[in-house]
């Protein structure tokens, strides 16, 4: 078992090592050297500048393409057009960042008996796409139902260091209200996240996860309607 105040120095020098490659990488991509650089973990709000001009940045976007960072210069320039600084901001809003974060491990609750056999229907699931729309090709990885999960209708974790999937979670609230072909829809969403990771992509909802997206005929959106309202699918 790893001490504490080991854990602690290690997890502060990979902030700073994040933090510091982030930095040169948007110099080298025309940030301005005098805007100091913060990193955060707010999933709110992942691009700002505060009232002291400081630029705030969530860590994961360490992980960014030239493309998402060039997007961050671009959003916060004072004399980027309009129409430059809504693209910008459409795509920053597509990076999931929060899913380039380590994920610190924590104790599971037992599981309930009934979210067993729910879990159990969502590998079948699982494999079922898998072999209908990826060959087969995508590595099995843990499913979870959520009962914390409210707003959102699933999301998945991924280790982007290591191409690979960590997690998918779906909504217990998804299945119980919304039934088992609107789950297939939300979970072939995650796992074309997945397809995305495994082959050496970003987990984005751009061009190729909406070009996947209408290949396997789901909705190619981070937002779906469900009955009568508009959900979050992950974030």
Do not use: C
């Amino acid at each position: 078992m790893t001490h504490p105040s080991l854990r602690a120095r290690a997890d502060r020098a990979a902030w700073e090592a994040d933090e510091a490659l982030l930095v040169a990488r948007l110099h080298r991509l025309g940030l301005e050297r005098t805007v100091p650089v913060e990193l955060h973990l707010n999933r709110s709000v992942m691009v700002s500048v505060t009232e002291r001009s400081v630029l705030r940045i969530h860590r994961g976007f360490a992980y960014g393409s030239d493309r998402v960072l060039r997007a961050i210069v671009a959003f916060i320039a004072p004399r980027t057009p309009r129409s430059e600084r809504e693209r910008a901001r459409r795509l920053l809003s597509e990076f999931p960042a929060e899913s380039y974060v380590p994920v610190r491990r924590r104790r599971r609750q037992p599981t309930h008996p009934t979210d067993r056999r729910l879990v159990g229907r969502l590998r079948r699931l699982y494999a079922e796409l898998n072999d209908r729309h990826f060959g087969g090709a995508l590595h099995p990885v843990p499913l979870r139902v959520s009962s914390r999960m409210v707003t959102r209708l699933g999301e998945v974790t991924v280790d982007a260091r290591a191409h690979r999937a960590v997690e998918i979670a779906i909504s217990r609230l998804h299945v119980v209200q919304d039934g088992w072909d609107e789950v297939r829809d939300t979970l072939l969403h995650e796992m074309i996240h997945q397809w995305q990771v495994e082959t050496g992509g970003e987990p984005d909802h751009g061009k190729r996860f909406r070009r996947k997206a209408r290949e396997v005929g789901i909705t190619p959106a981070a937002r779906r309607a469900v009955g009568e309202a508009i959900h979050m699918i992950e974030r």
